[in-house]
């Protein structure tokens, strides 16, 4: 089974930083371009940054370009998101995501994580 | 940046009824349309993509059709697990999502 488990998130000051972890299990991670998607509280989603496997190419949204930086470490299976400089629009569930499609960015999300609430406020 | 407009807002179906649910490109995208469906708490769960195509596992009662600027989710008999929020999403040039549907039992 293809699993995708977000740790990390939590309250951040503004400002502040924190790390997001995505576990993967049940594929080759090494083989697909990984996302983060985030979804602000009773709102749509938002693309926030793809990696492809070989960290070739990447993408952060403008919202979060020279702030956030997404990473991988393809020998333990795990996404990362580093979020500095965290402002109040950030606070969002953050999900991680399987990226399909041949060239970069990727072309539809499957799966997606359970998602990580981050919350920042003073 | 290619806009994604969902409409409606809120659809109102009772059991058993066909929904149909649509999304407007601001320019085209071709078939390079994915519809994903999310239940209250839960991640987004893809079903549709190439416009048309179902994910795997999706029941064939989710259908999807357009091309271009113009596309139709359709969900031909809706059963109770199937009130939730439909969002598409555009790969033709970048990616971009919605605003979304939200179905509510009538």
């Known amino acids: 089974e293809v699993l995708l488990v977000e740790s990390g998130g939590g309250l951040g000051k503004p400002g502040g930083s924190l790390r997001l972890s995505c576990a993967a299990s049940g594929f080759t991670f090494s083989s697909y371009t990984m996302n983060w998607i985030r979804q602000a509280p009773g709102k749509g989603l938002e693309w926030v940054a793809s990696l492809t496997n070989t960290t070739t190419f990447e993408y952060h949204a403008d919202s979060v370009r020279g702030r956030f930086t997404i990473s991988r470490d393809n020998a333990k299976n795990i996404l990362y998101l580093d979020m500095t400089d965290l402002r109040a629009e950030d606070t969002a569930v953050y999900y991680c995501?399987?990226?399909?499609?041949?060239?970069?960015?990727?072309?539809?999300?499957?799966?997606w994580g359970q998602g990580t609430l981050v919350t920042v406020s003073s | 940046e290619i806009e994604m407009t969902q409409s409606p807002a809120t659809l109102s179906v009772s059991l058993g009824e066909r929904a149909t649910l649509a999304c407007r490109a601001s320019q085209s995208v071709n078939s390079n349309l994915a519809w994903y469906q999310q239940k209250p708490g839960q991640a987004p769960r893809l079903l549709i993509y190439?416009?048309?195509t179902r994910a795997t596992g999706i029941p064939a009662r989710f259908s999807g059709s357009g091309s271009g600027t113009e596309f139709t989710l359709t969900i031909s008999s809706l059963q109770s697990e199937d009130f939730a929020i439909y969002y598409c999403?555009?790969?033709?040039?970048?990616?971009?999502f919605g605003g979304g549907t939200k179905v509510e039992i009538k």
């Open positions: 995501a399987r990226g399909f499609g041949d060239l970069f960015p990727p072309n539809w999300f499957d799966p």
């Open positions: 190439g416009a048309s």
């Open positions: 999403q555009q790969y033709n040039h970048w990616l971009t």
